[in-house]
């Protein structure tokens, strides 16, 4: 959608010097800051430091980016600061190198790959509700963290280190995520400064890296591949035109991508599902009721109707991704904007899915938005929980298989309750989580 109009995108208000909008983009509410600048404007200018960044904040601009003109964008700054964590894997790449990596990782998302992990998650679910106690206050999102971590690391690792990467990733993770969050929003200078901040960091970028360099060495020292898992499929790959096998660091690095993209988002999502069940009884008594009906032994995915809608709706008002970004590779004009080649643009899936215009009442939890006649057209266009184009989601159908069944096997397996007097308060890192859930386990 690209006009000749050539205009300048509006510079969004409350820059400071130095720091530009760090600020604002520092704030709790991240999704409430880019959904009011949709007064100014669907194409807003934003400053991190000195650096300008063009948010694309309405569904055709994002759509227009990402698909249309999609070879037109790339990278932007949030992977260049995962980088010393991701090294060169699928995140961080870009170009051909990137479209290779897509190709030699794709496997271990083939359908019916998917269709032997959904019955693995589904034990893993019911075997971690099932350790539940009537009268126990649990932390629920610490505890999506840890199913969450379970699920990729006995989906994807058949090795005896799983439980270590597992341990790693339930306690590491949200310092990791949490410290890569700060990095984004703040000018380069930042992260040389000695503060804790930074040195947890670090300290836990070093744990992951030395946990997948140990996963490496293990796989190796027992002769390689033949395990069917993520890590075989890596070492047993090689390139369709050179025949080359990727080397042990480039398997290291798409380990470290694996675990960054495939926990947090889907543990984050689920604590807030735990959230909106506890705080909606006629919805959870509809999951109850369908989790009773169908989720036994071998599960039929396609029967979980309710829960499926229920999760999209999750997906929907709490995505936990505030902000994604690209970098334009050669001078493009986007809603009739001239972008020069290196200019960052950013978009924010939360913010699109808050938007009354296309969802009515949006803020609250409304699983038959989903069911019935679905889903009207603007809705579709303008929901991207696993985002669009080159870059798209390649966890999207595992990450909605696990949180089908995870949703399931606690309304199959228990009932959770918030305490007496609980708000829910939001912390902003790279994801938009809980600051804390206590819930209340009682019996079904
Ligand atoms: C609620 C769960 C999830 C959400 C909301 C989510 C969302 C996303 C989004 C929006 C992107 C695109 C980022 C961009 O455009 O810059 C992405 C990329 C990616 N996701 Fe997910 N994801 C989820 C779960 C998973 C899972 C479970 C896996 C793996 C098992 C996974 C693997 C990946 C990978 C490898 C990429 C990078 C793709 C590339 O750069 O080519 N994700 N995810």
């Known amino acids: 959608m690209t006009t000749a109009l050539n205009r300048k995108a509006p510079t969004a208000p409350g820059k400071l010097p130095v720091l ?45 980016a990402l698909l ?17 964590y991701v090294g060169d894997g699928l995140f961080t ?44 206050t649990l932390n629920a999102d610490h505890e999506m963290h840890v199913l969450a971590s379970e699920i990729i690391g006995r989906t994807m690792f058949q090795s005896p280190l799983a439980r270590e990467v597992i341990q790693l990733c339930s306690d590491e993770l949200p310092t990791l995520v949490q410290g890569l969050g700060v990095r984004t929003v703040l000018p380069d200078f930042f992260t040389q400064l000695p503060l804790p901040v930074n040195r947890r960091y670090d300290a836990a970028c070093a744990k992951f890296r030395d946990a997948a360099r140990r996963l490496v060495d293990s796989y190796r020292e027992s002769g390689g591949g033949g395990r069917g898992d993520f890590v075989s499929m890596l070492m047993e790959a090689r390139d369709a035109k050179t025949g080359v096998a990727p080397t042990d660091t480039e398997i290291r690095d798409q380990i470290m991508t694996l675990l960054i993209s495939a926990i ?25 009721e369908e989790a009773d009906r169908v989720f036994h ?70 699983p038959e938005r989903w069911l019935g006649d679905g889903p009207t057209p603007e809705m579709q266009r303008a929901f991207v929980p696993f985002g669009l184009g080159r ?6 159908a595992f990450a ?39 819930m209340i386990v009682g019996a079904r």
């Open 391 to 396: 870059r798209q989601c390649m966890g999207d």
């Open 93 to 136: 790449s870009q170009g051909t190198e990137h479209l290779r990596q897509r190709r030699s990782v794709q496997p271990a998302f083939h359908h019916a790959r998917l269709d032997s992990y959904a019955g693995m998650m589904a034990d893993i679910a019911r075997r971690h509700v099932s350790a539940w106690q009537p009268g126990d």
């Open 264 to 288: 947090e988002t889907p543990a984050t999502t689920l604590a807030w599902a735990l959230y909106e069940l506890a705080s909606a009884p006629e919805v959870r008594a509809q999951l109850e």
């Open 68 to 84: 249309e003109q999609g070879s037109s964008f790339d990278r932007g700054r949030i992977f260049e600061k995962a980088r010393p």
């Open 297 to 366: 032994g071998d599960v039929d995915l396609a029967e979980l109707r309710v829960t499926e809608a229920f999760v999209l709706e999750n997906l929907r008002l709490h995505h936990p991704l505030w902000m994604l970004m690209r970098r334009a590779v050669r001078p493009v004009t986007v809603g009739g904007v001239h972008l020069e080649a290196g200019t960052e643009v950013i978009y924010s899936p939360a913010a699109m899915h808050r938007d009354p215009a296309i969802f009515p009442d949006p803020m609250r939890i409304r």
């Open 400 to 438: 909605m298989i696990q949180m089908k069944i995870s949703v399931a096997a606690v309304a199959a397996g228990s009932r959770l309750s918030l305490p007496a007097g609980f708000r829910p308060k939001t912390v902003t890192t790279s994801v938009v989580r809980l600051a804390e859930l206590p």
């Open 20 to 64: 530009g909008h760090s600020l604002s983009l520092l704030r709790p509410d991240r999704v409430g800051y880019f959904t009011a600048l949709r007064s100014i404007g669907d194409l807003v200018e934003i400053k991190i430091g000195a650096r300008p960044y063009v948010l694309l904040n309405s569904p055709e601009l994002v759509r227009d």
